[in-house]
């Protein structure tokens, strides 16, 4: 190796990223030099030649010297005082200080530096520096807080998080209870009333119907905002925004100006909605054409809406602040300027007065387009009403948990998020995974992640702003790819999804926080940690209060056989399947693998065919654990290459997972129905329909349907009794 490279190597791990990683398989994946600096580049610390290399490690060196006193600091809540370091001039001998609490009450005093034993020196621009260990003698209630240390005529600042260790528990929400509940992708469900794609009205009457089943929970898909300019961009987990909701949900016929409206009802009693809600696909273009056209006649008429609705809106408006404003108008922006130019459907794309949030134009934009800027507000005020609306709807019927929210990993690369806030987040980059199960030749998913070197400058404000806006109305929260809180695998542009590399993030200071939030949210937490999970990386998820999330069809033994029901966590979530992966059905019939070979998904024949040949063998395995677990005869009438999928076979593999003890457990409407066709499909974008299949029935149909009911009821059965051990 050479000294440059040895030198971009020391940069790369000063800052975080790690030398390498072994995939799934065992095949280990050094870094490369040009994953490093690219990487690196993005992070906003160049590296091309040696003298970029030195320039940017002295940087991150220094940082905390200069910062004298980092701008967060974390503190359990178990701790009854406050720690910090301070990096000082040696000469200093006194420090001032004052902590505002959150609730307005202060502190104040001096610190004697010389009692605070100096364990570090570093020589900052010819000046000999000092960090010592400092304790500020209060105990703090959780929360967050300001504290200002005054120091040789300069004044430092920091936030104050004092956190607890646990999330919010499923023993808080119902003690000594195993819940279950539904889960479903909220476009594909249909209503009485929905028109070409689930609606907030059909979740409130899905809740309720769930509720009338036993049911504790409804799980959803994520709920953010997507880009209504680019339908064709619909994945729900390539938001424009995931601290926004997604209009295209808004029931028309429950906003009081439609209903009032006659040219907003006349389109909604058209043929071509009604076409729309009969076809088996979402056609997005066409649904988001006729949702804006009735939102917008109606908004037409909202200067005569009802005084108090008006109240209403104003206040929700004011309590969001920069943060809607600033969404408010990035899609104004785009709606404006896309309408004749469609490479402005990409804000990098658009003109430097506006390229961002705080550009000099976007002020005389937003002054001229102020009706367009309402209008994009309004909608997510009626969003949030309806959303309301839904999980009130699920605590009345008496859901223990109510509905499951499902937080996506990172953003779009030319999304709402970036454009208000660039310095939050990294471009250049794509999360990922390395090849496994799900993919072997690993992925790529576009999404820029957050810049873990910035997260405490600015006091984790996009964590916690993502967390308290998708813990709104829940009363749990999935965390997609949760390992991507301990570090994420990061795709630079250009490389192949196998070669990214893996870069730290500040776990400890994100799980206190996400404990935090729970905790003030009444809000469970899931982390997604299925892939390439890092050793011990579950057990301080559990430490944390994070329930598990365990997929039936990975959850393995011995020679690939599926482990006993007895031997699940108890603190999991335990499921079948999820959007990313066959369906029950589609699981026994193998039409996931036939859809892979058609789309030429595998690396090689060898691999397409040992799939094949282990599907056969994982039939007679679930046929084994079913019998294992009493739930299925002894004798089974067929062989399990000739078994057909039935009523009863689902059943009493929804009955196996019942019998875990995890304390929470979900079933996918498409497995009720025996659907054998895939949500999404990883790999592709547009070559399969992701996103867009819709239930084949109704709602109220599902529920009343004999086999569905008998399901649900075994499921209801087995999650109230007492967990016995009759395993031998």
């Known amino acids: 190796m050479t000294d440059q490279g040895s030198l971009l190597f020391e940069l790369a791990d000063a800052a975080g990223i790690e030398p390498g990683y072994s995939d799934i398989f065992g095949t280990h994946n050094p870094l490369s030099e040009g994953a490093a600096k690219a990487i690196l580049a993005s992070l906003g610390l160049p590296a091309e030649d040696e003298g970029q290399q030195r320039e940017s490690l002295a940087a991150l060196r220094e940082r905390p010297w200069r910062q004298g006193l980092a701008p967060t600091i974390i503190v359990p809540a178990e701790d009854e005082t ?21 609730g307005g009450s202060h502190h104040s005093g001096h610190i004697d530096l010389s009692s605070c034993a100096p364990d570090q020196d570093y020589q900052l621009d010819g000046q000999e520096m000092v960090r010592r260990a400092c304790t500020l003698p209060i105990d703090l209630r959780e929360g967050y807080h300001r504290l200002a ?28 209870r195993r819940l279950w509940g539904v889960a479903c992708q909220l476009y594909s469900l249909r209503g009485k009333r929905s028109g070409g794609i689930g609606t907030y009205r059909d979740l409130a009457d899905l809740a309720r119907a769930a509720a009338d089943a036993g049911a504790d929970s409804v799980g959803l898909n994520p709920l953010h905002a997507l880009n209504p300019a680019d339908p064709d961009s619909h994945s729900p987990y390539s938001p424009a925004s995931r601290d926004f909701l997604n209009i295209l949900y808004i029931d028309p016929f429950d906003v009081p100006e439609v209903t009032a409206n006659s040219a907003a009802m006349a389109l909604l009693s058209s043929r071509r909605r009604d076409q729309l809600a009969s076809q088996e696909l979402i056609d997005y273009r066409a649904v988001t054409d006729l949702q804006l056209s009735v939102l917008r006649a109606a908004f037409s008429s909202w200067l005569n809406a009802d005084a108090q609705r008006r109240k209403e809106f104003d206040e929700f408006r004011e309590r969001a602040s920069d943060a809607l404003e600033a969404f408010g108008r990035f899609m104004a922006l785009q709606a404006v300027l896309s309408a004749n130019d469609l490479s402005m459907l990409d804000c990098r794309n658009w003109p430097v007065e506006v390229s961002r949030s705080d550009s000099p134009g976007v002020d005389a934009f937003a002054a001229e387009h102020a009706d367009e800027v309402s209008f994009q507000i309004w909608m997510q005020w009626l969003a949030d009403q309806q959303l309301n609306a839904a999980a009130s709807q699920a605590e009345a019927a008496g859901m223990a948990v109510g509905l499951y929210r499902d937080l996506a990993v990172g953003v779009g690369p030319a999304s709402a998020a970036i454009w208000a806030a660039p310095e939050r987040f990294v471009r250049g980059i794509g999360v990922g995974a390395p090849p496994d199960l799900l993919n072997r030749l690993g992925q790529n998913w576009g999404l820029s992640p957050f810049n873990p070197l910035t997260l405490a400058d600015t006091g984790y404000a996009a964590w916690i702003e993502a967390l308290r806006t998708n813990m709104a109305h829940a009363g749990a929260l999935r965390i997609d790819h949760a390992m991507a809180l301990l570090h994420g695998y990061w795709v630079p542009d250009g490389f192949t999804a196998d070669k990214g590399a893996y870069i730290a993030f500040p776990f400890d200071d994100l799980c206190r926080i996400l404990a935090l939030e729970s905790r003030r949210n009444r809000c469970l937490v899931i982390g997604e940690d299925l892939g390439t999970v890092p050793p011990g990386f579950r057990e301080a998820m559990a430490a944390s209060g994070v329930l598990s999330y365990r997929v039936m069809m990975f959850e393995r033994v011995g020679e690939d056989l599926f482990a006993r029901a007895e031997t699940y966590p108890e603190d999991a979530l335990v499921t079948f399947g999820t959007h990313d992966l066959p369906t029950l059905a589609g699981f026994w019939t ?24 282990d599907r056969i063998a994982d039939r007679r395995r679930l046929i084994d654990a079913l019998i294992d677990a009493g739930v299925w005869p002894a004798d089974p009438p067929a062989d399990s290459e000739q078994l057909q999928l039935s009523n009863a076979l689902i059943e009493a593999i929804q009955r196996y997972l019942a019998k875990t003890p995890s304390r929470l457990m979900m079933v996918q409407l498409e497995d009720l129905l025996g659907l ?41 059965r087995d999650r109230r009794d007492p967990i016995a051990n009759d395993y031998q």
Request: with cysteine.
């Open 676 to 716: 054998p066709d895939m949500m999404n499909l990883p790999g592709t974008v547009h070559e399969h329909p992701n996103w867009r299949r819709r239930l084949p029935v109704d709602i109220e149909t599902l529920f009343s349907a004999s086999g569905v009911k008998s399901i649900l009821a075994a499921i209801d």
């Open 149 to 176: 240390v005054t120091v040789a005529g300069r004044q430092l600042s920091a936030l104050v998080v004092v956190a607890p260790r646990l999330c919010w528990q499923p023993e808080d929400a119902a003690p000594g």
């Open 82 to 102: 406050v720690s910090l370091d301070l990096h000082l001039p040696a000469d200093v001998s006194v420090a001032d200080w004052r902590l505002v609490e959150e």
């Open 590 to 613: 193998g039409a996931d693998l036939a859809v892979r070979r058609h789309f030429e998904l595998y690396p090689s024949e060898e691999v397409r065919d040992a799939d094949a040949a």
